[in-house]
T-cell receptor
Framework: AQRVTQPEKLLSVFKGAPVELKCNYSYSGSPELFWYVQYSRQRLQLLLRHISRESIKGFTADLNKGETSFHLKKPFAQEEDSAMYYCALSIGSGYSTLTFGKGTMLLVSP | NAGVTQTPKFQVLKTGQSMTLQCAQDMNHEYMSWYRQDPGMGLRLIHYSVGAGITDQGEVPNGYNVSRSTTEDFPLRLLSAAPSQTSVYFC?????????????FGNGTRLTVT
């Protein structure tokens, strides 16, 4: 079965520092990968999907099939980036379920 | 569009009571699902549905039932609540035909079982 690993429960950085939230997955085929963000007591919302190769709120993520990773990066963290971040994997479009990692809490201090 | 709507927002149950968490979406999504969110466990899939009349079990289905009589609604039933079911429950839907289509989440229901 597919699996998503986010090795850090908590990542604490200062404002302006670079951020990298790690995500590794186990699946031998071609996955769809997503990053979701959950601000305090709000619903989960999509941040990025690998197929779009987009940058949202300064965050980027590149799918590395060789390393089976989809790390989330931002060069300069802002206090408003403080949130819980979840990496999610789907092994097929549409009808396939999404498997989530356990999440990483990002705290950005002033 | 309202998106995904969940009710109630909060609920307290006693052990052994039953209840239904409601979920409705107005985006004509075929795929709907229920997750529970627990500290240190992330989101775990309870049940999902790929269309009206079709449901299947996820990772943690025990103690929960679902039905999908219409495209819009996907209620989650707790048959006999247990303290282990204290959690935050999220309903989510997805358009099925597009590659990379994301899940759209509801606001969540915070359930406490005493």
């Amino acid at each position: 079965a597919q699996r998503v690993t986010q090795p850090e429960k908590l990542l604490s950085v200062f404002k302006g520092a670079p951020v990298e939230l790690k995500c590794n997955y186990s699946y031998s085929g071609s996955p769809e990968l997503f990053w979701y963000v959950q601000y305090s007591r709000q619903r989960l919302q999509l941040l990025l999907r690998h197929i779009s190769r987009e940058s949202i709120k300064g965050f980027t993520a590149d799918l590395n099939k060789g390393e089976t990773s989809f790390h989330l990066k931002k060069p300069f963290a802002q206090e408003e980036d403080s949130a819980m971040y979840y990496c999610a994997l789907s092994i097929g479009s549409g009808y396939s379920t999404l498997t989530f990692g356990k999440g990483t809490m990002l705290l950005v201090s002033p | 569009n309202a998106g995904v709507t969940q009710t109630p927002k909060f609920q307290v149950l006693k052990t052994g009571q039953s209840m239904t968490l409601q979920c409705a979406q107005d985006m004509n999504h075929e795929y709907m699902s229920w997750y529970r969110q627990d500290p240190g466990m992330g989101l775990r899939l309870i049940h999902y549905s790929v269309g009206a009349g079709i449901t299947d079990q996820g990772e943690v289905p025990n103690g929960y039932n679902v039905s999908r009589s219409t495209t819009e609604d996907f209620p989650l039933r707790l048959l006999s609540a247990a303290p282990s079911q204290t959690s935050v429950y999220f309903c989510a839907s997805r358009m099925t035909v597009r590659l990379g289509s994301p899940l759209h989440f509801g606001n969540g229901t915070r359930l406490t079982v005493t």
